[in-house]
């Protein structure tokens, strides 16, 4: 599907062809010298505003992965911020390059940067992750730094709390970002805000925040940090404009940059190419799934309303990062997810085991992924609609779609599932959700030859124990 068209005297240009659109992409800056097909491919997308998509391989959405892969994409944003933006070398840089590069001693690797002290910065700093592909990368850099807070947008509506800051995203299917921290002062108190994306392609969205942010508590120092940075001139030209308007500084460090050239017209969204709605096409088998919950305190007392009007009651985790974290609550995270592990380790029976964490809820089951075994993979479901192909290095090669059980008018896909691949797949709900909500989800699941399915819920309407969270919220 790509072919490099360069030569020895310029950079590299590859070349994508998607079904009729052509993507071609220009490498400027390579500091770690990645190959591109480490961190990406293409795919085309049902998007009016745009129709192609960089799916990582390194994030743990699109693309199942060994699920420390994704947590040491997130460290090596971390080293390269430190590269870039202070100046400071981090003793485990070329371990962890390596370890993406090769995916091999990713668990070796990833416990050596953990038994480090946490790295101090200059001064207080708050990362915002972006719902919701981002949420995992923002929490898995953060975790990495003392005297930190961490904040993950949302796309929840929540009508007990107030949103501290709104925005849009505005190339998305679902443009509007919420914040909700518990506390403002997590927002209020931090001298530099760095902001956490997969990728930039205009950075419109980095700006927009930058603008609500500075809107309410204005900063002087902005940082964008992206797994891959494509923005043009004119694109840079625009975070210039705002430094100046608003008289602050924006700085951004990424793993790989360039320059991409788009021709050709995108997929009709009604081509009959956009199939994996239909799912795969086997025998349907009728696996009922099992239920685990998981007793997991530090629990956000607060409901969500969907666009329904639907009011699903059960608590929300502290621990996400969607209503503000800090680096000493966050220290409680790692013990409490190999605790988790182990019972689920326990509890596998088969070998090859998928563990799918569900929309903005990334990192906790990443993180517990990721100590339940071997055989384990890892990824998320997502509101992308993306076009699937079975062919050589597209990057979603077949899908299904389902109705979200948090919101019944909003469709999700799981992508890059084979069939009769996997023995076993745990799924994990950060909130348990009525059964007559998990309809569509279970049909997706039942065509794909899955002997075992187990539904995790970390939290439910049965919890004993709630907790606003105020306590955990103490500052580092």
């Not at 009922?288 to 009011?311: Q, T, W």
């Amino acid at each position: 599907m790509s072919k490099i068209i360069s030569s020895a005297y310029l950079p590299k240009v590859y070349s994508y062809n998607l079904e009729g659109q052509r993507v071609k992409v220009r490498l400027t800056n390579n500091s770690y010298d990645f190959s591109p097909e480490t961190l990406f491919s293409l795919a085309a997308r049902k998007n009016k505003k745009r129709g192609y998509l960089f799916v990582s391989k390194v994030l743990g959405k699109h693309v199942p992965n060994d699920p420390f892969v994704p947590l040491l994409a997130g460290a090596a944003l971390a080293v390269k911020f430190l590269s870039r933006i202070h100046g400071v070398d981090h003793a485990d840089t070329q371990a962890i390059i390596q370890a993406l590069k090769s995916k091999e001693n990713t668990e070796t690797v990833y416990e050596t940067i953990i038994k480090r002290p946490l790295i101090s910065l200059p001064e207080e700093s708050l990362f915002i992750g972006f719902a919701e592909t981002a949420t995992g990368l923002g929490h898995a850099v953060f975790s990495l730094f003392d005297k930190a807070y961490y904040l993950h947008t949302t796309r929840e509506q929540i009508p007990s709390l107030a949103s501290e800051l709104n925005f849009n995203e505005d190339h998305s299917h679902a443009v509007n970002h919420r914040c909700y921290p518990l506390d403002s002062e997590f927002i209020k108190t931090p001298k530099t805000i760095i902001l956490v994306d997969d990728e930039l392609t205009t950075g419109n969205t980095a700006l927009n925040i930058i603008r609500a942010i500075h809107a309410k508590f204005p900063k002087t120092n902005y940082v964008v940090l992206a797994l891959l940075d494509w923005r043009t001139a004119e694109d840079r030209a625009n975070f210039g404009k705002l430094e100046q308007q608003l008289d602050i500084k924006i700085l951004t460090a990424s793993l790989l940059a360039g320059e991409i050239e788009v021709s050709g017209d995108p997929l009709s969204e009604d081509s009959d190419h956009f199939n994996h709605a239909k799912g795969p096409t086997i025998c349907e088998t009728h696996v009922s799934p099992e239920v685990k919950f998981l007793n997991i305190m530090d629990l956000v007392s607060v409901y969500s309303e969907d666009s329904s009007g639907y009011k699903n009651v059960s608590p929300y985790l502290l621990l996400t990062g969607r209503f503000g974290l800090s680096t000493s609550y966050n220290q409680k995270i790692q013990p409490l997810a190999r605790g988790v592990a182990e019972q689920l380790h326990r509890d596998r029976l088969g070998e090859k085991t998928l563990c799918l964490g569900t929309g903005e809820f990334m990192y906790f089951p990443m993180l517990v992924s990721a100590y339940m075994g071997k055989g384990i993979s890892f990824h998320t479901t997502t509101r992308s609609p993306i076009y699937s192909f079975a062919k050589p290095e597209y990057g979603i090669q077949n899908g299904c779609a389902f109705e979200n059980p948090d919101d019944l008018s909003i469709i999700n896909y799981i992508y890059n599932l084979p069939n009769r691949y996997y023995d076993e797949v745990y799924v994990f709900f950060e909130r348990e959700v009525g059964n007559n909500r998990l309809t569509a989800m279970l049909n997706a699941f039942r065509v794909l030859g899955i002997p075992r399915l187990v539904f995790v819920y970390c939290t439910s309407t049965k919890c004993s124990r709630l907790s606003s969270g105020n306590d955990a919220l103490q500052k580092s």
